[in-house]
């Protein structure tokens, strides 16, 4: 059923049949009162389309227990394959004595051969993992499942994914044809698999689509790659320099969501950016930028920004780095506030510096305007409760 849903033939099937059904409908219920020998002719067809619907039901409930329970013998015969198949992984892992054995399953049953293979894949380490790939390769349908991924059923396409990326080297260059199905969810599965396993230019591939991808596409992908990539380091390269807002805002929100340090050039045009949203994004991201250029300036940049967001993100920056030089200008800003949102990042910061910031935070706690003593209050309590947690 699977293949024709997903065949080149299903639309032109989804036309005829409701029409064919129609037919056979009608036909049926012609026949059926040509039986009957009622002079009225409404009386007629009216008890032949009652016969009719009727022996359609029954048809249709048998059709059903007997699908039903041809469903549960082959459920249970292909259970008592898998745990044949399972004994003899089992005795293999410890044992090659057996692989005759496992050659003739997995010519019998591949299917199951398969689901018993990943599964074993992934409890198995060290020289038994080894034996398990590799007679994969040995009974042939290593290659078989390659075939798959051109399939044009997902679900097929999704289990052959999961199975080759169990492997050791998977075959990344056909996984990479993947990359074309006309499913987005095979699609994604494919970058996963190559962007985690794949090569510097299979993974600057997908780096490359990142902008035209849904925000929950590249955050899954953000944390997929390996730090240490390289094809990762040229990505964010090119994109701080392209100047592509779209493509700024991609490496902006990998930097966010990874939480770790990267090394970047020229941030200063970055605070200074035409992009309002570009703005915002790197303030949030500042704490996790290493340049060689002076921070300083460029938080001053962000505290007169137009925009209360980007304020409010370079004030966050603030704490975070511990800039203690911007107190004084921390704490005009948050005397004069009207923004809530912006006030409270500009607390936040104060109490994160320390010191005589600290203590000039604490007198807001008796202030006039009513905004600031509630913010500078609850900033106040939320930081001594969270040093109380702290262990000794």
């Not at 938080?299 to 800039?323: E, I, K, N, P």
Request: proline share 5%.
């Amino acid at each position: 059923m699977g293949r024709l849903l997903y065949s080149r033939y299903w639309p032109t099937f989804e036309r005829v049949l409701p029409l064919a059904a129609l037919v056979v409908y009608l036909a049926g219920v012609v026949i059926t009162a040509g039986m009957f020998s009622i002079d009225d002719t409404y009386v007629r067809y009216a008890l032949a389309c009652v016969v009719v619907q009727a022996v359609s039901l029954l048809l249709l409930s048998a059709g059903l227990i007997g699908g039903k329970r041809i469903a549960v013998t082959r459920g249970e015969r292909r259970q008592r394959t898998v745990d044949r198949i399972s004994s003899l992984f089992a005795q293999f892992s410890f044992d090659p004595v057996c692989r005759p054995d496992l050659l003739s399953a997995a010519r019998e049953h591949p299917s199951e051969f398969l689901d018993v293979w990943q599964e074993s894949l992934s409890r198995l380490k060290g020289s038994s993992r080894q034996r398990v790939e590799e007679i994969l390769i040995e009974t042939g349908l290593d290659q078989q499942t390659v075939g798959e991924l051109a399939n044009p059923d997902p679900g097929q396409v999704l289990r052959a994914i999961a199975l080759l990326r169990k492997m050791e080297n998977p075959p990344l260059a056909a996984l990479e044809k993947a990359l074309d199905h006309p499913a987005d969810v095979v699609r994604m599965a494919a970058r996963i698999t190559i962007i985690a396993r794949g090569s510097s230019q299979g993974q600057e591939r997908i780096l490359s689509q990142l902008s035209g991808l849904p925000f929950w596409q590249r955050v899954v992908l953000f944390q997929q790659i390996p730090a240490d990539s390289s094809a990762l380091q040229h990505y964010l390269t090119l994109a701080f320099e392209a100047g592509e807002e779209t493509e700024m805002l991609a490496a902006l929100e990998f930097i966010i969501s990874s939480q770790r340090l990267q090394p970047i050039r020229a941030v200063k045009r970055l605070a200074g950016s035409s992009s309002v949203e570009v703005r915002i994004k790197f303030f949030k991201a500042l704490p996790f930028l290493a340049s060689d250029e002076d921070t300083v300036p460029i938080l001053q940049l962000g505290l007169d920004d137009l925009d209360w967001r980007a304020r409010a993100m370079a004030a966050r920056a603030c704490g975070v780095l511990r800039v203690a030089s911007l107190g004084p200008e921390l704490l005009r800003r948050f005397a004069c506030a009207t923004n809530p949102v912006e006030a409270s990042h500009l607390a936040g910061a104060l109490a994160a510096l320390q010191g005589d910031a600290w203590r000039r935070l604490q007198e807001f706690t008796r202030a006039d305007n009513d905004m600031t003593r509630a913010i500078a209050t609850d900033v106040i309590e939320k930081h001594l409760a969270h040093h109380r947690e702290q262990p000794l």
